[in-house]
């Protein structure tokens, strides 16, 4: 059974190796290449909802080459599995599958460099979830990346995707680093690598400067990788330019993958030994609220189609950080339930993005406007999932949401439901507009933005020439992933095992028994008691608002020149322009400004608090 | 943000940065104080564990041989990347260099320059292999055996045969070597499972002598397999660079 | 003296970064980037080093002396080869940047904003 674990990270490398060694044989005949990049990521898939399965009754420990620690020292590295990871671990590999399926038919000429490139983006995935040493997070951090800037320059005949790559990899690797240094200074401290041990080293002592600094450090590369205001600029340069079902990858899972490392590093190393909890949840509760706001509100300005779902990536990432920042195992069960409704949600708006680049070749609102009735299929499934993503019950986001509103509550901290409702609607009629426009035809086209209208044209030479018909390899996986939400918001006893996922997550003293002494525990200690979960009218009837909302606003936004009142020039997010392209400026030197303001004050802020 | 904006919000942001920084710096135990306990369990257990005497290459190769593989996969990755974004696209022509450079004659490489890089080719050959095959005793291994490798065929470029150095390493069949190379690698772990031993242990036999070239297991074999990767990851991006400065393609500006 | 080398360690991730803010060339950024990893060289190298100890190889000496960490000497390694493989891939960018664009200077790289 355990020796499954490695394969879900060696099989995923061995195809794209195997791949790149077949190609002077198989060059022409793609069909083969493409089906063994999809077995692979289908058998990976299938091996992790195995192993996640397996983690109900306890957290699994792997250690690589069978160096098991002695007298609590850790000499090799080791995989902590419990059911939150492996959980995205899964969601990783199926949207890596449905995104490889989608790319069947659209690259007609696609070089073999794709399947490896995204295999190797998927077991780097993977490897960052499954870990539980921190040099070894950081490896995996940088497979993912170095994969992700290549596969976002996969057209390089274009101006957008070239900057796109430079940005990304710039700001991404300025934050590895910080989290490398973040990493050398505590290995300086404690002479371990393991998270577990170096959380046991640190506990007990009062956190010092050098505790702090290092957990800031660290979390620079994962709130950059998470796409946390002011460390978002690059996300929306490369979502505009990656090939869309790459785009599949970015929003649903590797932005959420940053969180999910934010909060692993907390609760399985410095959590306990940081204590001052009042002042983490304040600092990281000031950063998710900014991203969720700045997030949505660039998200309802936009008319470029994929950096829209791009602003409300940033949105959503705002809001599991709450979710995180809360620090409950309700909160932290929200954010993951949200997480993964998010990611299939978000993936299926993506892949009709791309049906719509493949069959009208645009991604420009403007000029798409009412074009979309001839995709009546892709139209259905674009407005379901732009619903659930302005969470309608039953699909999974509106529980996450919930969860989130409900454990801020408790801790007396009712504003957070305000800020996750009215983000959501921004974010939800932004989606439900394009919706109702492009494929419905409603209203009237939004105005043209020149320099938008540039940039979107270009898009068109991403996809080969299309057929008279969707392929159905190009519109079963939005709708299989659109179903899959579905199931998930219905699935029953959903929040009690996610909350007990969470409360293991978060109890760092069976985490560091079961990893350091090979402890079985199969019942771990909540920090602050978990809380209900049942699903409640609150969170069905805040679920519907919102839903609804979104649309009228949507509605609102389409028929607004034909408003009686408050029309005459004005047209509502006009004032946003300008500072939207001050601060978006493209410019890689601007976006590293932003990373040491935001460093230096987060760290501020923490050494003020914890001093 | 202007470039003087840029520089002014970066004293003050960078400053605050650097001294947070330092705040955190002045809590390590002091330059020369190493504190352990890793390293120095592992430098107490490593001989005589792996039979390996290069310590260093034990913790790549074995203790943290995942780290590795992680590493490798990067540098594969990159070197793909590389041929993806430097593919020969479909509306660019090629035009020599030659050709840009009208009525100038480009200067032929000299003899002594040839003489002295062919004659260095294999005797860099002999110390890439060295490198590569000596991890488990003394300070190298297959990062630094294959970088020296790579280099015997960069000489052929500076010895003036661009052609010959197209012709030694097609980027197709490069691509396809380095594969092997990082995919043998992880193999060496699946060879370890089918034998009912954790991932990436040291199945083979350690030889009887620590320090011995016959010894330490399996470090050497992935020694050797991360050599291949690495000169093959090195000759692809060379060469591709390098056909970027030697071949003008004309893109669409 | 024994905070010294530390001080180096900050000093050159501050100027790496300084580079990377005011570059005005892309191929002069990516070096700032390389000098801003090489801070965690110093850092990882300075923070395993013990006065008076031996390199970790025991190929000709006792395998009990005293010697420095090794650990720290393999994660230097890991990180040099990350180093080379980023900026193999920056620099494949920077030269389709400067077809595509014309220039090397980040500032003229307007295609995407807003």
Redesign the interface.
């Given at each position: 059974m355990d020796s499954l674990l490695p394969l879900a990270v060696a099989i995923p490398l061995l195809g794209a190796a195997g791949i790149s060694a077949l190609t002077p044989l198989f060059g022409n005949r793609r069909r083969v290449l493409d089906a063994v990049a999809i077995l692979t990521a289908a058998a990976v898939t299938g091996l992790l909802v195995t192993i996640m399965l397996s983690t109900a009754d306890g957290q699994r420990v792997y250690w690589f080459a069978g160096f098991t620690p002695s007298h609590g020292v850790a000499l090799g590295i080791d995989f902590a599995v419990d059911q939150l990871n492996s959980g995205l671990a899964a969601l990783t590999a199926t949207l890596v599958t449905a995104a490889l399926m989608f790319s069947w038919r659209y690259f007609e000429r696609v070089a073999s460099y794709y399947h490896a490139l995204m295999l190797v983006f998927l077991a780097g995935m993977v490897g960052f979830c499954l870990t539980g040493d921190v040099f070894n997070l950081f490896v995996w951090f940088e497979l993912m990346g170095v994969a992700a800037y290549a596969l976002t320059a996969y057209r390089p005949e274009e101006r957008g995707p070239i900057q796109g790559a430079l940005n990304f990899a710039i700001t991404n690797s300025v934050g590895a680093y910080f989290s490398l240094s973040g990493i050398g200074l505590i290995y300086g401290r404690t002479g371990a690598l393991n998270m577990a041990q170096i959380g046991q080293a640190i506990t007990g002592h009062r956190p010092d400067g050098l505790v702090v600094v290092a957990f800031v450090l660290i979390l620079m590369g994962l709130l950059t990788k998470a796409s946390i205001v002011p460390f978002h600029f690059w996300l929306a340069d490369a979502h505009a330019v990656a090939p869309t079902p790459v785009c599949v990858l970015f929003s649903g899972v590797m932005v959420e993958l940053g969180l999910y490392g934010i909060a692993r590093v907390y609760w399985s190393m410095f959590g306990a030994g940081l204590g001052h909890q009042g002042a983490i949840t304040a600092v990281l509760l000031a950063l998710g609220t900014a991203t969720a706001v700045v997030g949505a509100l660039f998200c309802f300005r936009q008319r470029h189609l994929k950096r829209l779902l791009a602003f409300s990536t940033i949105n959503h990432a705002g809001l599991f950080l709450i979710g995180i920042a809360l620090l409950t195992p309700l909160g932290l069960t929200g954010a993951a339930v949200y997480v993964i409704g998010h990611g299939l949600v978000k993936a299926a708006l993506f892949l009709c993005v791309g049906i719509v680049l493949h069959r009208l070749r645009s991604v420009n609102e403007t000029t798409l406007h009412g074009r979309g009735r001839r995709l009546p299929v892709t139209g259905v499934v674009f407005g379901l999932a732009a619903l659930a993503l302005a969470d309608l019950p039953p699909f999974a986001l509106y529980l996450g949401a919930g969860w989130i509103g409900q454990s801020g509550d408790a801790r007396e901290l009712p504003w957070i439901t305000a800020v996750i409702v009215t983000t959501s609607v921004l974010v939800g009629a932004a989606v439900l507009r394009v919706a109702g426009g492009v494929f419905y035809g409603l209203g009237d086209p939004p105005s043209e933005e020149p320099a938008m209208a540039e940039e979107a044209s270009e898009e068109s030479s991403e996809t080969d020439t299309a057929k008279s018909r969707t392929p159905l390899s190009m519109i079963v996986p939005p709708i299989a992933l659109v179903a899959l939400a579905l199931a998930v918001g219905l699935l029953p006893h959903l929040g009690e095992l996610a909350q007990d996922g969470a409360v293991r997550f978060q109890d760092q003293a069976a985490y560091n028994a079961t990893v350091l002494a090979g402890a079985h525990i199969a019942h771990p200690t909540a920090l602050l008691g978990p809380e209900d979960t049942s699903v409640t009218t609150t969170d069905v009837v805040t679920g519907v608002g919102t839903a609804v909302a979104s649309l009228v606003l949507a509605l609102m936004a389409l028929y607004w020149r034909r408003l009686p009142v408050l029309r005459r020039g004005f047209e509502p997010g006009t004032g946003l322009v300008g500072p939207i392209r001050r601060f978006q400026s493209g410019v890689v030197n601007d976006y590293v400004t932003w990373m040491v303001v935001g460093l230096a004050c987060i760290g501020g802020a923490l050494a003020f608090a914890i001093r | 943000m202007t470039p003087s904006q840029r520089r002014w919000v970066f004293l003050v942001a960078g400053g605050g940065f650097l001294a947070f920084y330092l705040w955190g710096l002045v809590g390590l135990p002091g330059f020369g104080h190493y504190p352990g306990p890793y390293g120095d369990i592992i430098n107490a257990i490593a001989v005589s564990q792996t039979h390996a005497t290069a310590v260093v290459s034990a913790v790549n190769f074995e203790y943290r041989a995942f780290d590795t593989l992680g590493e490798e996969f990067i540098l594969f990755t990159a070197a793909t990347g590389v041929a993806t974004v430097l593919r020969h696209l479909r509306e660019e022509r090629d035009t020599s260099a030659m050709d840009e450079a009208m009525n100038r004659d480009v200067p032929a490489t000299s003899d002594a320059i040839r003489m002295v890089t062919l004659a260095f080719i294999g005797p860099t050959i002999v110390v890439g292999w060295y490198l590569t095959s000596h991890a488990q005793t003394s300070p190298s291994g297959g990062f630094q055996g294959g970088i020296v490798l790579a280099t015997a065929f960069v000489l052929v470029y500076l010895a003036g045969q661009f052609i010959v150095f197209k012709r030694l390493s097609p980027v197709a069949l490069t691509d396809a070597i380095e594969a092997i190379g990082a995919g043998s690698f992880a193999a060496v772990g699946i060879a370890a499972l089918a034998l009912g031993a954790a991932y990436l242990s040291n199945i083979l036999p350690l030889g009887s002598t620590p320090g011995a070239v016959n010894s330490a297991g399996t470090i050497p074999l992935i020694s050797f397999f991360v050599g291949i990767e690495v000169s093959a990851a090195f000759i692809l991006i060379i060469g591709e660079l390098l056909e970027q400065t030697l071949i003008v393609r004309e893109g669409n500006r | 003296?024994?905070?010294?080398?530390?001080?180096v360690?900050?000093?050159v991730?501050?100027v790496g970064?300084?580079g990377?803010?005011?570059?005005?060339h892309?191929v002069h950024?990516?070096v700032c980037?390389i000098v801003?990893?090489s801070?965690?060289y110093i850092?990882?190298l300075?923070?395993?080093?013990?006065?008076g100890a031996v390199?970790?190889?025991?190929?000709d000496i006792p395998?009990?002396t005293p010697?420095?960490?090794?650990?720290?000497?393999?994660?230097a390694?890991?990180?040099?080869?990350?180093e080379?493989?980023?900026t193999?891939?920056?620099?494949?960018?920077?030269?389709?940047?400067h077809?595509?664009?014309?220039t090397l200077d980040?500032?003229e790289?307007?295609?995407?904003?807003?």
């Open positions: - | - | 003296m024994s905070i010294f080398p530390f001080i360690v900050a000093w991730l501050a970064l300084y990377i803010i005011t570059s005005r892309l950024q990516i980037l801003v990893q801070s965690t850092l990882l300075g923070v395993g080093y013990r006065t390199a970790p190889y025991f190929y395998p009990n010697a420095v960490d090794p650990v720290v000497q393999a994660l390694l890991t990180d040099v080869v990350v080379a493989a980023v193999a891939l920056l620099l494949a960018f920077a030269v389709q940047a077809k595509r664009f014309g980040p500032e790289l307007r295609q995407l904003q807003g």
